[in-house]
């Protein structure tokens, strides 16, 4: 993510990462990782959301793109491979 994030930012993708844990861990875990995208803490209350945009069972990891108007485009449930995800970026961003 943080790779595609960097190579497609002047096209405007914007990444972000929504936290399921709480900010002392989520602190702690982005001070050992270089990650150049915004994370957000959303702690409990990301299990509603994930529910609402798709992933009834609260699997991670999980993923959705949104278009530029807002519009939901893909749900991806499990990790992606760097194939995957270019190839849902290359189709977003068409």
């Known amino acids: 993510m943080d790779a595609a994030s960097r190579e497609n ?10 936290a ?14 270089q990650i150049g995208y915004t994370v957000l803490i959303a702690e ?4 509603g959301l994930m529910r609402a945009l798709g992933n009834p069972s609260g699997v991670l990891p999980f993923s959705v793109t949104v278009d ?20 849902d970026l290359a189709a977003l961003l068409r």
């Open 68 to 87: 530029g108007a807002g519009r939901l485009r893909q749900r991806k449930l499990g990790a992606y491979s760097a194939q995957e995800l270019r190839s």
């Open 9 to 18: 930012a002047a096209i405007g993708l914007q990444v972000v990462g929504i």
């Open 20 to 33: 399921v844990d709480n900010a002392a861990n989520v602190s702690k875990y982005l001070k050992s990782v």
């Open 44 to 47: 409990g209350s990301a299990i």
